[in-house]
């Protein structure tokens, strides 16, 4: 079988993080050459010598995540925390794709798929620093998803939550009762999603099917956001 | 190749119109198996009867339209207009989903796709009748979502525009300068959607792919509506 | 003191059930005339002659209620229930604004405040005619904002959850322990909204004060929707 | 008479910038004692000292505004261009909002108005680093409305655009006929908002009007997000 991602070169960031190890395996399995980028992002030339080192690239994978900050309450999260979560998460978005954009549209082609959050479009308590970055990744993703649509490129976030993540849910967390029965009290499909689940959409907008798809952020947390 | 429906039995309504040639294209050359209906689902029972006809089914593609009804300003919208149009794409799709959930809620599992409009999402003029029977099937599909879910039965909706159909852009229409310049002032993509792009995310929707979708309303209208 | 609605004429339609009293009574303390019908609108003519009878109106509410059909499983939902959702809060609304819209074009000046629902935007389970009825409600605002805002015509949405109302939470459900608890977990804010709280957004939609708002279906539910 | 903000002590931010000069005279004539605070908020105490030199204060009214960057292209958004739009308008939102938070909290009362933008709702090409920070804020404002809201202190943003600014449409711009026709195909109500019509909808946010509104991004836009 050829693969969905046939022919595809794809740079993973944060390879080794939240859903690269998934993505990794799963883009490859679809057929996908993928190169993966385990260089820490906040450093500001990281971004432009990913891209440098990975060479031509149809599909970038904006995998950008900062330790949870579940449980912090406003009084606790101080400027460097806050601070934080943007140099993570917002600041190396918009140099992987400065980075990445021009021989894209050189090519005339090009995807960016972006793992984000549904928590800016829904609110969470005890998450604003958080919430706040993933709020800047919608902006920036609605903008720049408008700004590259006449090169043929797409760029894209799932605007995710619930999924089964060591990052976010271990699973000390996810086998607590309190967290099950809070789990299904609030999303309607009653279960965390499996990372595959997740990547299954990853696949689809990385891949040509999905050339309509402009600046959107799709919700992906079992009915918790529609 | 197996396909990505492989072993699936989708039946898809309104087979002739709107999205239903692509959709009976693409999801056989998926490996599904299609029941296409061609009757008039306006008929109380039709729906019903759709369903006992077709058997057991995996997949239920709602593709309900009523003729374009653009360019009506409000004072000329009797009242047989305005209900056609509920008639038509709204009173058939509870009729389909309550035909078929029972057979899907036996089997715990099954899919439900419904190719609604973005026209709810962003008004448009001279259009509410049509986008006000719209909007009632995504206050229908978030809700039923929700019902269905814990039945492992995931309810869809593809809310579209700008797609290149007979039906809604004819021909003489899209070809004409004036709605060629309209159109690229308004769709960040700058052209109209292929069929087949629509139809992929039908695919992804009625495939395994999308399990943890429940309830939502997808825009699908090249960066019309993000 | 003049009020923020002095020398308005308001028809308030269905004046006894849903938002009907507290609207009454507050419209009027802001100096608003008003003209309460109680008509059956699900009546063909009922709407124009409601309109006919109040003369000159610089603000139509369109308070139009169902009794709640919360609790209703899909398989319970017969035809005659589904439609009688569309009857008696979808045509009449058609009705009443195609009524009024002629006077108010001709004075390039008008308002139109529709008291409508949360429901179509998250989905709430066994309440699918319900959500889809106010969900037709979302999408003729929104079109219908969009054509008569050139004359000066604003017609807006309340889209409201959890308002202490005798038609959706009787007494008896909300001081049952089991309600608050569902409510408290759920609504960001703790408590149902007090109807006079409600009444406040509406005298915002129909005051001079909103002149800029065009098509929305504001929020109007404690945090629950956002 | 009393003005619906009689008795309420308004801290207002960057008061002679944006929407501070309207803010300051209506809020003031609304009857509210308006504190304007005219320091840079960019350095990291300003915030806190802004807060403790106005006292008790029952409203905060964020107003942060970098100066436009529309029509800059992505690759010529460096990094210090970027980070900027984060540090005028998104570190000094939280700066504030935990300076003040914990006066109101031991009320139990207290109202945060944000101006903010439409941007981060639907996308602007060539915009991307401040539709960005603004989706930042739309992000922080969901989850802070719904941890602050049990203490009844309620948070909410203006999501707006089209406001007759000399910041962001300064005459020579909002007079220009290219500028005018392209307004006009955009925004239903087809013209700009004027300043005071903005600043209405804030007083209804400031005023005990709106004490069910949680962490809400109102559309003030004229209908180009509904």
Redesign the interface.
Same mark, same amino acid.
Not at 213 to 222: A, E, K, M
């Given at each position: 079988?050829a693969g969905r991602l046939a022919g595809k070169r794809v740079l993973v960031t944060q390879a080794d993080d939240y859903m690269g190890p998934p993505t990794l395996e799963i883009f490859r399995a679809e057929g996908a050459e993928v190169i993966a980028d385990r260089s820490d992002l906040t450093a500001?030339e990281a971004a432009q010598n990913a891209v440098d080192e990975a060479g031509p690239i149809d599909v970038l994978v904006a995998n950008l995540a900062a330790y949870n900050q579940a449980g912090r309450?406003?009084?606790t &999260?101080d400027?460097a925390t806050? %601070?934080e979560m943007?140099e993570v998460m917002?600041?190396p978005l918009?140099?992987l &794709?400065?980075a990445v %954009?021009?021989q894209m549209t050189e090519r005339q082609a090009g995807k960016i798929v972006v793992y984000g959050s549904a928590?800016? #479009?829904?609110? +969470?308590?005890? #998450?604003?620093?958080?919430?706040?970055?993933?709020?800047?990744?919608?902006?920036?993703?609605?903008?720049?998803?408008?700004? #590259?649509?006449?090169h043929n490129i797409q760029i894209n976030l799932i605007a995710q939550n619930w999924v089964e993540s060591d990052t976010y849910f271990p699973p000390a967390v996810r086998e607590h009762p309190k967290f099950i029965a809070r789990m299904q009290?609030q999303v309607?499909?009653?279960r965390l %999603?499996k990372p595959e689940?997740?990547v %299954?959409?990853a696949?689809?907008l990385a891949s040509d099917?999905?050339?309509?798809?402009?600046?959107?952020? +799709?919700?992906?947390?079992?009915?918790w956001v529609?």
């Open positions: 079988m500001p309450k406003l009084d &999260v400027d806050f %601070a943007f917002v600041y918009h140099r &794709v400065r %954009a021009p928590s800016p #479009l829904r609110g +969470i308590p005890f #998450l604003a620093a958080y919430s706040s970055a993933r709020g800047a990744q919608v902006g920036y993703v609605r903008s720049m998803g408008t700004e #590259l649509a006449p009290a309607p499909a009653g %999603a689940e997740d %299954a959409l696949v689809f099917e999905s050339d309509y798809f402009v600046g959107q952020c +799709i919700p992906f947390s079992g009915g529609q």
